[in-house]
């Protein structure tokens, strides 16, 4: 099929037919090009097809504490709407981000306000994009509102807003909640909005207080309406059902994905059930993302990108970083969703990588020395002792990275295990693997104060070249490998650390490291 681009683009094709069959073939053609472009929710594809296995770039993929992120595509961009999350009394306002690639992101802050929603107060919560009738929409929690507060005359729920453009500003649709009320025993919260492409018809899934409910839109967007026997809202609840709905749709099968667990809790995780209807019914049959101690907790309320013409989807999702004790710090990440053979969902794992592609480090905590991003790689400058740490736990794992001394005499090289972390050459917990400027690989570790060699060997290191340097540590068997990943240049035995923090580090040089990637040794 030929894209349709203009009645103009028409006339230049059709112009060798005859004049019946140029003006039927013309208003055939006319037709499909516009019921084509109406039945896009993005009239443009995105430029390039991002085939990741996760976040390359790193994760968090954006910087900030957001929570609960929807996605949509348009105008060839991938977009990502969050919560901002911080105390209820302070989420006010809803940002969202917008990438090419889904490595190099835009902010656009402000999109919505409750200056903008007469009845919104506080706690505005979990964006549902989506595009329709030429307009952005843009459906949102707002109040917290509590069963039994509707009946007290107090107002929240589900609100609609809606913009001429996809980063706003959007504006209240309807000057009240779209869903103010509880049915079924579903509090009016996170959203997901859904168009079947069967048919056109769109439909809300929503609930919190481990209630789900479908209802149909209307094709105004903006009003509720009536299913066949009258009804507006069905419950839908699958086992397990705490919160944040999402509906996708993949070879004619419909996904609903939801959360489970408490959102401040270890727990918080993501399910999903699937079913031949979009009204369900909706039976769990899996756990596909949650926790990993090594990683990240907290993890759940997701949205998807699905590539368009392609088979490559990815989970957006919220988490919490091992060190952080506050509810509130939660940060926005992505990592693929793999469908196996028989339609079911491929459990997620959180992966571990950082190419810096994007120019930023969100997701590293510096101890000295001075750290920047350049030409895709985490340099820091000649200094006597740094160490910049991803907020990992791993134990037995395999931890890549390429590495490049710069200047100086010193040694630059991977640090793994690592606890008690501070800017002394020796003042934390934990190994380091480097290579030094004097021709030399070494494996140390350090405890406190205290320094430790446990293994070195020579081979030829020159100043501003690139090495691949790897790690292997499984149980109390270490090994270090530089440029031949088959044949480790030290091994070592020891068992004076078991886990913690991964990254990397300088002693008496500057330095230029790049494509990190830490993983579980299998």
Known sequence: MVPFRSPIDAVRLLGGLGPASFAISLLIYLIMGFTMSKASASPIVPRTVPDYTTSEAGNPFVEGWYADPDTEIYDGLYWVFPTSSYAYEEQTYLDAFSSPDLVNWTKHPNILTIADVTWAT???????????????YLYFGANDIQEGEPEEGKIGGIGVAVADKPGGPYVDAIGKP????????????????????????AYIYYGGHSHANVAKLNEDMISIGTFDDGTQYKEITPENYVEGSQMIKRNGIYYFMWSEGGWQGPDYAVSYAMSDSPLGPFHRLAKILQQDSEVATSSGHNGVFHVPDTDIWYIVYHRRPLSETDGNHRVLAYDRMYFNEDGTIASIQMLVKDNFANGQMFDWKTYGGNWTVAD???????????KALLDTNFTEVVFDATVAITDGSGDAGLVFRAANLSTGATEFSGYYACISAAGTVSLGKADLGAWTSLGESTIEVS??????????AVGSDVSVFVGDLTTPKVTATDDSFVGGANGVGVRGAGAKFGSVSVAKAS
Do not use: C, M
């Open 376 to 386: 895709q790689r985490l340099t820091v400058s000649s200094t006597a002792d740094a």
């Open 463 to 472: 100043i501003s070249t690139e090495y691949q340097v790897r790690v292997t």
């Open 122 to 136: 506080r706690a505005v919560w979990a964006p549902a994009p989506i595009f329709r009738n030429g307009k952005y």
């Open 178 to 201: 779209l869903i103010g009320d509880y049915h079924n025993g579903a509090q009016p919260i996170d959203q997901d909005v859904f168009i079947d492409d069967v048919d056109g018809q």
